[in-house]
């Protein structure tokens, strides 16, 4: 192993590499520095269902202008077979992480030097807007520079296909295939036709814009409550380019953009993640909240897919609201909306992930809207949206990672589009007296009472590893009779595609592709599934518990009893 190690940093030392990256791999290689020579080389950093991702580095396993470039020469391999004639277009965006824009650039310099026509943003762009230029500039595929919410020692590579959405089968694999047939830096094309680079910027901006803006369904409430105290946070990222232009076009005249977190710095300097999800992130932002008594906070990650809220709760205190209680309050929004303007009529549909709240297939069931589940990751949302295409009219959707669509002009989640409903629906609320937590308790009262947990249980190296699968085998084989007193009724296994009814034993097919997931259902309507991750060392479980709620007034309570039945469920599976 050490010694293919050492061969694979020379093959590298010996091919056509700058000499900064020769003296680097040279100091690897030098006593003293195994264990990094090992990390950096002891594997190829793999090209998945999503492209690469990974720590920035010199070497084979890390995320370099090298590995870029390979990444890139597959993709484009794949692409002059996959259109042999026709004329090749991509758009190439990157967020504000360290060396995005120098990635960008690589990326930019082998599709043209295969002959591919680039369209290349100005500056740092929102992924979102990515997946709209593909479809609007008519390109065959995309590419998009960033590691999403990953720390500031990530980069990352997402490829996006003619559709706008990220690659689902057979594409993917067959990406992966061309990029692994590259076995040498030698192979790929880095000398640029500037010929083939168009740079794009404000005039998409602007489509991208109007696109948003006509989704408004609230135009009057915005105009009567225009002042409505808004702060925003972009978290050092890709935010800053879109949520302020469009909170603007929208009609909002009170928006305060969090200053310290304004300037796009792949460093993060203000927080230990750039990720909406983690309370430590949005501080800043409640902190100006409090301050200004606001009436909404939104922050979003540096590629701005994500967006994390938070509102006064009924005590009048700020509060986060998780993903699901998020994505539950955009579609009750616009499904009320839907049906005001008498815009239902039978072919619209929601989407949402197998792992997001089930409360969204209640209410879309109450507004007679079909709702669809789809596996973890919004390409497969994307996927139905496509195959619906011309038949059915996509409302909107999301998945309880923070990540939501609304409409389909985009084809990936979408937080510039979110930022600007989010805020409308807070102005529609405060048009009638409201607060966006009196919605949300207005919702629960009307729909049920919905909560969910998600506990990631890390496991590192090879030995990590084997206990997950370890853990996935014994549920699958011996899965528990009961959870919390409250009988198993059914369970899914995804990697066989298969629903078992435990009280008739009746076993069906479920129409899913093949993915290591299984969930199990109680008879009081309890759900848990578990999900091992596909690009960490991790086992994921997401609990979902339900009941009916009286009155407003008795959430607290209710809220509480909930919290205690998922930390009991924790407990019965051995997993706190």
Avoid at 389 to 399: A, D, H, R, S, T
């Amino acid at each position: 192993m050490e010694q293919m190690i050492v061969e694979k940093a020379e093959k590298w030392l010996n091919s056509n590499i700058d000499e900064d990256t020769k003296v680097a791999i040279k100091d690897l290689l030098s006593p003293g520095n195994e264990t990094e020579l090992t990390d950096s080389f002891y594997k190829d950093l793999e090209f998945g269902t999503g492209g690469l991702r990974g720590i920035m580095g010199v070497g084979s396993n890390r995320i370099n202008k090298y590995t870029v470039g390979m990444a890139t020469q597959g993709l484009a391999n794949y692409l002059l077979k996959s259109f042999p004639s026709q004329p090749l277009k991509v758009a190439i965006a990157h967020d504000s992480r360290n060396n995005s824009r120098l990635f960008a650039e690589i990326t930019a310099s082998v599709f043209s030097a295969n002959g591919i026509k680039v369209y290349f943003f100005e500056d740092l762009r929102p992924t979102p807007e990515l997946s709209y230029a593909i479809r609007h500039l008519g390109c065959q595929s995309g590419v998009v520079l960033t590691a999403s919410h990953n720390p500031k020692e990530y980069n990352g590579y997402k490829a996006y296909w003619n559709d706008g959405a990220q690659l689902v089968p057979p594409h993917d694999k067959n990406v992966m295939n061309e990029v692994a047939a590259i076995k040498n830096i030698d192979e790929v094309k880095f000398d640029k036709d500037e010929r083939k680079i168009e740079v794009i910027g404000k005039e998409l901006d602007e489509r991208y814009l109007s696109a948003i803006k006509n989704l408004s369904l609230a135009p009057e409430a915005i105009s009567r409550q225009k002042d409505l105290k808004i702060v925003f946070s972009p978290i050092h990222g890709t935010g800053i380019t879109m949520v302020p232009q469009v909170l603007e076009k929208f009609g909002f005249e009170n928006v305060h953009v969090v200053k310290a977190q304004s300037v796009p710095d792949g460093n993060f300097p203000t927080v230990v993640y750039p990720n909406p999800e983690e309370a430590e992130a949005m501080g800043i932002a409640l902190k100006e909240a409090a301050e200004i008594d606001a009436d909404l906070v939104m922050a979003t990650d540096p590629d701005s897919d994500r967006v994390g809220i938070a509102v006064k709760n009924n005590h009048g205190d700020f509060q986060l609201l998780n993903g699901n209680q998020t994505g539950c309050l955009l579609i009750y929004y616009l499904l009320k909306k839907w049906k005001e303007h008498e815009k239902l009529n039978g072919r619209q549909y929601i989407v949402k992930t197998i792992v997001t709240s089930d409360l969204i297939n209640e209410i879309a069931k109450t507004y007679g809207v079909e709702c669809y589940d789809t596996l973890t990751g919004f390409k497969y949302i994307a996927a139905l949206i496509k195959k619906f295409e011309g038949n059915m009219e996509f409302i909107g959707g999301g998945e309880e990672s923070y990540g939501y669509l609304i409409s389909d002009f985009v084809r990936d989640k979408d937080a510039i589009a979110s930022c600007a409903m989010l805020a409308e629906m807070a102005a529609y609320v405060k048009d009638q007296g409201k607060s966006i937590f009196d919605f949300l308790l207005e919702m629960y009262v009307e729909f049920g009472l919905y909560k969910e947990k998600l506990i990631s249980i890390t496991k590192k190296g090879k030995s990590g590893a084997e206990e997950i699968e370890k853990m996935m085998f014994d549920l699958r084989n011996n899965p528990p009779k009961s959870l919390n007193g409250s009988t198993l009724v059914k369970t899914i296994d995804y990697q066989s595609s298969t629903a078992r009814d435990l009280l008739s034993g009746e076993v069906t097919k479920v129409d899913f592709p093949a993915s290591n997931v299984l969930q199990f259902f109680t008879e009081d309507g309890c759900k848990v599934s578990a999900r091992p991750s596909g690009t960490e060392p991790k086992i994921k479980f997401y609990f979902s518990v339900n009941k009916k709620l009286g009155s407003k007034e008795a959430f607290d309570e209710e809220w509480a009893a909930l919290d205690q039945k998922i930390d009991a469920i924790i407990t019965a599976l051995n997993l706190s």
